[in-house]
């Protein structure tokens, strides 16, 4: 039905990079989960009440979260897709990100009240009138409920959304915890087992599982996640694709919502190169990267020494003994300062995070085996990066 609706309501409906069309899908996906929602919320409410089931009725109460929760989707996207503005220059993208928490919030606070309430019916327990029309009404959820999350996931696969992708886990949530409630009712009506407090507490831990799990996803983003490993290749294969080009390093990735990154990278041109051509091909990758991957770039130019065989020679000895440290090192930035007595061997070493040692160990370490191998006579200037490419 969405794909239907999708064809038909929005325009150039494949074009999901364009900020108009992920907009529109995320308002067509909010629309319909309203409208499935309150009517899962009017059945299951009517079967809670008629057979007196916590079980049934705390899962209607989660339906209509759900509602209030694809209106916070809703207007999340409407917000998001809002113009850049003189208080928000990169536009209004992370909203999305926050109705995700928000969701994500939701979710918990009622899985939060189901556990409660289900405590207290097996505490107090009660007796449970289970009717064909309340089994009919939970059979049903379940269906809507998986239906849900096919769309929902499916939408968020294409959008890349991450509020998206948790209306969907919450979607599946439901489908498991209303089946749960569903084969609670069966083995009540058939074998008469009180399990109808019991099964509330097992729906409402797996519902703040699923709570958690979803707010992980839309946190990630909004405290600066490193980008996915699939952006940073396509940079690098972008990039270096231009023979003017002999490395790159220092790449950031600034995440203002979906289809708003901005990224700054080094990138390292021949030192003795013309300055304007050089210029002007690191214009056009620019240029590129915007067209291709839509990412607003800034790139450094790092000029390095191409035609110097002994700073070349050094180069390779210092690679080499970075290598031994860990293969995980490696360096940028290499320069060679000779002097009276001592060469000094300048240059930024890029260590990633969690390294067996500090900051200072490993620098020390190399000090030490670059004045084995090499000679007293050399010393180490070495900044210390992280390879930090998210913000």
Known sequence: MVGFLAKRLIKDHENVKEPRVRQSYGILCGTIGICLNIFLFAGKFLA???TKSISITADAFNNLSDAGSSFVTLAGFKMAGAKPDMGHPFGHGRIEYIAGLVVSGVILIMAFELVKSSVEKIIHPQPVEYTVFAMVILLVSILV????????????KKLDSAAVRAVALDSLSDSCATAVVFFAALAG??????LDGYCGVLVGLFIFYAGIKAAKETLDPLLGQAPEPEFVE??????????????IHDLIVHDYGPGRRFLSVHAEVPADGDILKLHEVIDHIEVSL???????????????????????ELKGQITRILQNVDASITMHDFRVVPGTARTNLIFDMVVPYGFRLDDDET????????????????????????AYKGG
């Open 48 to 50: 809670g009440s008629v």
């Open 145 to 156: 409920k998986l239906y849900m999350y096919s769309y929902n996931r499916a939408v968020a």
């Open 189 to 194: 009506k058939l074998a008469g087992l009180p």
């Open 234 to 247: 396509q940079v690098e294969k972008l990039v270096l694709s231009h023979e003017e080009v002999c490395g």
């Open 290 to 312: 915007q067209k291709e991957l839509k990412c607003a770039a800034v790139i450094h130019m790092d000029p390095v020494v191409t035609s110097d065989e002994r700073v070349l």
């Open 363 to 386: 620098a020390q370490t190399v000090q030490e085996q670059v004045r084995g191998s090499l000679g007293e006579e050399y010393f180490c200037i070495i900044q210390v990066d992280k």
